[in-house]
């Protein structure tokens, strides 16, 4: 006899992942932070702020440490930022075929890609460092010290009505389409 899977999730999912080149991208989804709750309407004003919103935050390991400006840095950057928005892209298209209210953060701006931008930006690194608890340096551009990579990540946000399991299965089946496989 054939028993339907059962997923048991802790509050918070998280999913391990490679690139082509071997660097780490770190997937979690997480309730939304009190910004998020408490400015709904001002950074996603299409919207409803009754929506139950997942937060999922997507860490790209970067070939340098992201503390200085340089070209150097500023192209890696870039390539990441671009990395992101058609991984995001891809998973939030996904999700609003399943007619889930879905859209990315874009890292550079602050504002919502898919949606008609708010009176206030949102700030992923803010973001990350609420939900994940990790340290920031405060420089002309605020960095995180992620524990294994250390200033070497890039963080970035999608924010989806979609439930976590959804979001996670979105996401799973995306970063195969991007080339990254999952880490065990």
Same mark, same amino acid.
């Given at each position: 006899?054939?028993?339907?899977? $059962?997923?048991?999730?802790?509050?918070?999912?998280?999913?391990?992942?490679?690139?082509?080149?071997?660097?780490?991208?770190?997937?979690?989804?997480?309730?939304?932070?009190?910004?998020?709750?408490?400015?709904?309407?001002?950074?996603?004003?299409?919207?409803?702020?009754?929506?139950?919103?997942?937060?999922?935050?997507?860490?790209?390991?970067?070939?340098?440490?992201?503390?200085?400006?340089?070209?150097?840095?500023?192209?890696?950057?870039?390539?990441?930022?671009?990395?992101?928005?058609?991984?995001?892209?891809?998973?939030?298209?996904?999700?609003?075929?399943?007619?889930?209210?879905?859209?990315?953060?874009?890292?550079?701006?602050?504002?919502?890609?898919?949606?008609?931008?708010?009176?206030? @930006?949102?700030?992923?690194? #803010?973001?990350?460092?609420?939900?994940?608890?990790?340290?920031?340096?405060?420089?002309?551009?605020?960095?995180? $010290?992620?524990?294994?990579?250390?200033?070497?990540?890039?963080?970035? $946000?999608?924010? @989806?009505? #979609?439930?976590?399991?959804? $979001?996670?299965? #979105?996401?799973?089946?995306?970063?195969?389409?991007?080339?990254?496989?999952?880490?065990?």
């Amino acid at each position: 006899m054939s028993y339907p899977k $059962i997923f048991s999730f802790s509050k918070d999912y998280k999913i391990k992942l490679v690139n082509e080149r071997g660097e780490e991208i770190q997937i979690s989804i997480h309730s939304p932070t009190r910004y998020i709750r408490d400015n709904c309407q001002r950074i996603l004003p299409d919207w409803d702020s009754k929506l139950r919103m997942s937060v999922a935050i997507v860490l790209q390991q970067s070939r340098f440490a992201l503390t200085e400006s340089s070209p150097k840095i500023e192209v890696e950057k870039q390539r990441l930022r671009a990395k992101f928005m058609k991984f995001a892209c891809d998973v939030a298209f996904d999700l609003k075929d399943k007619k889930y209210p879905t859209d990315l953060i874009d890292p550079r701006t602050g504002y919502p890609l898919l949606s008609r931008p708010g009176q206030i @930006s949102h700030d992923d690194t #803010a973001a990350v460092k609420a939900l994940l608890k990790y340290p920031m340096i405060c420089n002309k551009c605020r960095v995180l $010290i992620h524990p294994e990579w250390g200033t070497a990540v890039y963080p970035s $946000i999608l924010i @989806s009505a #979609a439930p976590k399991i959804i $979001i996670a299965q #979105a996401m799973q089946s995306n970063a195969i389409l991007h080339g990254w496989e999952k880490v065990s």
